[in-house]
């Protein structure tokens, strides 16, 4: 495993859309592994293949309940509403309060391929839609109706 770099707002790879993978290979399987290690690494909640310069729907997150690996995630229904103040290890020191779905069901493949579903409500549902974004080159900074910047 190994740390990858994170592109940072201003690197127009963020803003591209990512493509589906269609064959889960050594190199997607390497690339979850080396997101995890990457988000771990700056203390993320989430992390999306973009952000470290690879256009693949490729999404991991880790909400304090263990890491969940996406690939080809989908939101499949979503309901109700919260704002949530959020951040993006792309766009360090600054913050923004955000409106998403209370509630959201993603499906997806999981490493081996299998189709599973998750359904995520508070911190989670948030990262699940904050993440999906990513893959289509939406950042949190585009929703914000506040946003922080720190020093
Ligand atoms: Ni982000």
Redesign the pocket.
Known sequence: MAIRTIRKDGDEILRKVSRKVDVIDNRILTLLDDMKETMYDSSGV?LAAP?VGVLRRVVVIDVGEGPIELINPVIVYESGEQIREEG???IPGTRGQVKRPAKVIVRAMDRKGETIELTGTELLATAFC?EID?LGGIL?TDKATEIIKED
């Open positions: 989430g952000q993006c290890l792309s904050h990513h949190f």
